[in-house]
């Protein structure tokens, strides 16, 4: 007996046919609609043969970026009307990053966000980051310096964590905080400060959301608190005072960093609690002290651990009074480990976060002085 057994469908597809979409740009449009901007990898414009022959040189190879804007009344809509203007199907899955203009981020998430959840061809791997003061269609539009298409360029500043004070999320880390009911968010944030050269404008802090919403920014300094208590801290760099010269710096590299978070009530009141233990190196000293020994030390790792507090005081103080935003997710943990009590505070959690106590606890250490003990301006000294 033979059976007649269905196949799968193909989805085989000539690359050539394609607008692959590395970046995309969303707004709100004057008229109220979604405005929607979309970067394409273009043609190949020289073959390295090609450009050798005609330059001289090794270079002159890549693709240019191609960009195209629409409008439509849903995001699906503004895709749809956007097609005419390009010779390809739209390709998404190697969408990179997701800029979002600022009037758009004010109004909500909830305006757009249902299309990346439910389009199949779009990866939720991408970066997401608010255009902070402008709009998300300047920065795709802006001329890369370093990589032959913004959105790439953009992608891999986000992705700069030696600089520490960048906050990189994914679409589906996004997509998981908006299914938490009391869940605030933050995402990286972009200043382009009316520049249109990408390498002049600013990617640091971050852009805080409320249900949604965006309510405001947070600066390098809190950005750089909020990756040290969300665990998110890979590497940065803390200038502090020179412990034996008044006015001089000493730059400490952290290499090393674990946060952990607590939750707890007493008495109606909630009480939370930031642990973070850090290491780094000694990179950078102004002056000629001599910094090896175990006191001095011991001072530069008390200095960082005040530095680390303050920073994500000043977080916690800004996310608490003046967004109302529980941005690191406490209300899940105290989910987790406090269920009957969280049951019974659940529909005043925003007063009751405001209000919470919170202490913060540095633990910091100093592994290493770098290639030299002594100062260089010391030893410069003692050598001449």
């Keep these: 007996m033979m059976l007649s057994l269905g196949g799968c469908k193909n989805n085989n597809r000539d690359i050539n046919s394609l607008a692959v979409v590395t970046a995309i ?14 970067q394409i ?5 020289k073959s390295e043969s ?5 330059s001289g040189s090794s270079g002159g190879g890549g693709n240019k970026a191609i960009s195209a804007t629409s409008e439509g009344s849903t995001t ?4 749809r009307n956007i097609i005419p203007k390009l010779s390809k199907k739209i390709y998404f899955s190697h969408l990179q990053v ?14 757009f966000w249902d299309f990346f959840e439910r389009d199949h061809e779009v990866s939720r791997q991408f970066r997401v980051i608010v255009a902070k003061g402008g709009t998300a269609k300047s920065i795709i539009e802006a001329t890369p310096m370093i990589e032959q298409l913004s959105g790439v360029e953009i992608t891999d500043t986000i992705d700069n964590a030696a600089y520490g004070k960048n906050i990189k999320i994914r679409g589906y880390e996004v997509s998981e905080l908006l299914s938490e009911p009391l869940a605030g968010l933050v995402t990286g944030a972009i200043d382009s400060g009316g520049a249109k050269i990408l390498t ?3 990617v640091e802090g971050g852009a805080v959301f409320k249900n949604a919403r965006l309510v405001g920014y947070l600066d390098d300094e809190e950005a ?5 208590a969300s665990n998110k801290m890979k590497s940065t760099i803390l200038t502090i005072a020179n412990p034996c010269e008044r006015g001089n710096l000493v730059s ?5 960093s674990s946060g952990k978070l607590k939750t707890d009530i007493k008495n109606g009141k909630l009480r939370f609690t930031v642990e973070i233990k850090a290491s780094g190196n000694i990179v950078d000293e102004q002056g000629s002290a001599d910094l090896s020994s175990v006191e001095n030390v011991k001072k530069l790792e008390q200095e960082s651990e005040v530095l680390i507090s303050s920073n994500i005081k000043a977080l916690l103080e800004k996310s608490q009074k003046t967004f109302g935003s529980d941005i690191l997710n406490f209300s899940d943990l105290f989910y987790k480990h406090h269920y009957k009590d969280y049951q019974k505070i659940v529909g005043s959690w925003d007063k009751l976060y405001e209000d919470a106590d919170i202490d913060v606890k540095v633990q910091f250490t100093i592994k290493r002085s770098g290639m030299i003990t002594k100062p260089a301006y010391e030893q410069s000294i003692s050598n001449g």
Aim: hydrophobic letters at 45%.
């Design 200 to 202: 002049d404008m600013q």
């Design 98 to 111: 997701l800029v979002i203009g600022e009037d758009l981020a004010k109004e909500g998430l909830d305006q």
């Design 76 to 79: 699906f809509e503004a895709v």
């Design 50 to 54: 090609q450009a050798q022959m005609s």
């Design 224 to 228: 750089r608190g909020y990756l040290f």
């Design 25 to 38: 740009g969303i707004d709100k449009a004057a008229d109220g609609k979604i405005e929607f901007t979309v």
């Design 252 to 256: 400490i590299e952290v290499i090393d």
């Design 41 to 45: 990898i273009g043609p190949t414009q």
